[in-house]
């Protein structure tokens, strides 16, 4: 069993530019949430991906968009990127939820700079 | 609105020393409360949730529902505990909500 891995690691861009971030879940996890972690501050949350459906979202603009796959990897795309865009990108992945949250498991991060 | 206040940004303490990082929430309904920790070079990983009510590593946290508090304490802090502490909070709904993080020193 293989844990979540997130790629790139790095990635600088400049202003206005688009951005695709890439999660490969763990296995047996059908869900995939997306958090964006500003430099000081804690995860905050962008939205989940259940079944290649997004089903939760967070205070975040249309130009944050997401992909689920059926194997269930996911992508983060992020259009005309703006300075505080600049963060960690966490990927984390679950199996499905009952009445108690299971628990999630998250990846590295990829760490986004916009110049 | 669901939100989580960790008041200390940071917290030293020396080992041996007992250490309680603090959380408090804000939430109308019935949430989940759970710890997270990052230790250094290291993801986010589950440290405990309080429908557990379990110790790991000799850390507990029990919910206070009149305070809206769910603080993380240990008896005697190990310099392996140094590490970013987030407190989190489910509303039944699909986001997890995290407070600002403690980030926790514990010297020799």
């Known amino acids: 069993e293989t844990g979540v891995t997130q790629s790139p690691t790095h990635l600088i861009k400049t202003r206005g530019q688009q951005v695709t971030l890439r999660c490969s879940s763990q296995?047996?996890?059908?869900?995939v949430s997306w958090y964006q972690q500003a430099l000081g501050q804690g995860p905050q949350f962008i939205f989940q991906y259940y079944r290649e459906e997004e089903n939760g979202r967070g205070n975040f603009p249309p130009r944050f968009s997401g992909l689920q796959f059926p194997n269930y990897s996911s992508e983060l795309n992020v259009n005309a990127l703006e300075l505080d865009d600049s963060a960690l990108y966490l990927c984390?992945?679950?199996?499905?939820?009952?009445?108690?949250?299971?628990?999630?498991?998250f990846g590295p991060g990829t760490r986004l700079t916009v110049l | 609105a669901q939100r989580v206040t960790q008041p200390e940004k940071l917290l030293s303490v020396f080992k041996g020393a007992p250490v309680e990082l603090k959380c408090n929430y804000s939430?109308?309904?019935?949430?989940?409360l759970f710890w997270y920790v990052q230790y250094s070079r290291q993801r986010l990983q589950l440290l405990l949730r309080?429908?557990s009510r379990e110790s790991i590593k000799g850390f507990t946290a029990d919910l206070n529902k009149g305070e809206t508090s769910f603080h993380l304490k240990k008896p005697f802090a190990q310099e392996e505990d140094s590490a970013m502490y987030y407190c989190a909070l489910w509303g039944g709904s699909e986001k997890l909500v995290f407070g600002k993080g403690t980030k926790l020193t514990v010297n020799p």
């Open positions: 939430y109308s309904g019935s949430p989940e």
């Open positions: 984390a992945s679950r199996g499905a939820s009952g009445r108690s949250l299971v628990e999630q498991f």
């Open positions: 296995s047996g996890h059908n869900t």
């Open positions: 309080h429908i």
